[in-house]
């Protein structure tokens, strides 16, 4: 079946102006995942949804990142007046209950450059 | 979340045993042990996953100790193809509230010819 799927793949914004990023996770998947990776760094968790319980948003930076999800399908991460450190790409990753739930599997990323 | 040490990197030949070794001394009993695979430009591919002993599967085998402070990942007989970085992550699953993993720095493993 499909895998995890992001888009947009490449996203250049100018400074200040809000983005929205799009993250269709594996059918059946009940766990979504948000995470951050500047250029040669690791990955820095943004924020997890598991089916209808509230998200973990431990990891937003600032109030200016938001995410949602539709049950347990789409979801979408935004930015709104971005800066040029949010440059990075966002990698969103889906994962099944239970012991396999630390299995996650990731979409390929969308790298946003902001100007 | 029990916090994770590992080598920055590490170089190996083809053909050659390559294990990565991976700190956790304030692991909870509730954690699991699981690595991840990062080539450049791609998002992580879950390796392996253990809670106690020994795992193995077809791409390679994680060992932890009684204590289990620490793991080893295992990859037998590398290849060019296996330069990547590594990262070795722990936390709970199932039933935890939270389902969140702390990725490091990782191990970037180069493998020469």
């Known amino acids: 079946g499909a895998g995890v799927s992001q888009s947009p793949s490449n996203k250049v914004t100018e400074k200040g102006k809000d983005v929205e990023l799009r993250c269709d996770p594996i059918?059946?998947?009940?766990?979504l995942y948000w995470y951050r990776q500047r250029l040669g760094q690791g990955l820095e968790f943004l924020i997890y949804?598991?089916?209808?319980?509230?998200?973990?948003k431990s990891g937003l930076p600032s109030d200016r990142f938001s995410a949602e999800r539709t049950g347990e399908s789409v979801s979408t991460l935004t930015i709104q007046r971005t800066q040029q450190e949010d440059s990075a790409v966002y990698l969103c990753?889906?994962?099944?209950?239970?012991?396999?739930?630390?299995?996650?599997?990731f979409g390929p990323g969308t790298r946003l450059t902001v100007l | 979340l029990a916090k994770t040490t590992q080598p920055i990197s590490m170089d190996s030949y083809e053909g050659q045993e390559v294990n990565i070794t991976c700190s956790h001394n304030?692991?909870?009993?509730?954690?699991?042990i699981t690595w991840y695979q990062q080539f450049p430009s791609q998002g992580p591919r879950f390796i392996i996953q253990?809670?106690?002993t020994k795992v193995t599967n077809e791409v390679a085998s994680l060992f932890i100790p009684a204590d289990r402070k620490s793991s080893t990942l295992s990859l037998p007989r590398v290849s060019l193809s296996d330069t990547a970085v590594y990262y070795c992550?722990?936390?709970?699953?199932?039933?935890?509230?939270?389902?969140?993993?702390?990725f490091g720095q990782g191990t970037t493993l180069q493998v020469k010819p």
């Open positions: 992550l722990v936390g709970p699953h199932g039933s935890s509230n939270t389902g969140k993993l702390i």
């Open positions: 990753a889906s994962s099944q209950s239970g012991i396999r739930r630390n299995e996650q599997f």
């Open positions: 059918s059946g998947h009940t766990a």
């Open positions: 304030n692991i909870a009993t509730n954690d699991y």
């Open positions: 949804f598991q089916g209808n319980s509230a998200p973990d």
């Open positions: 253990g809670y106690k």
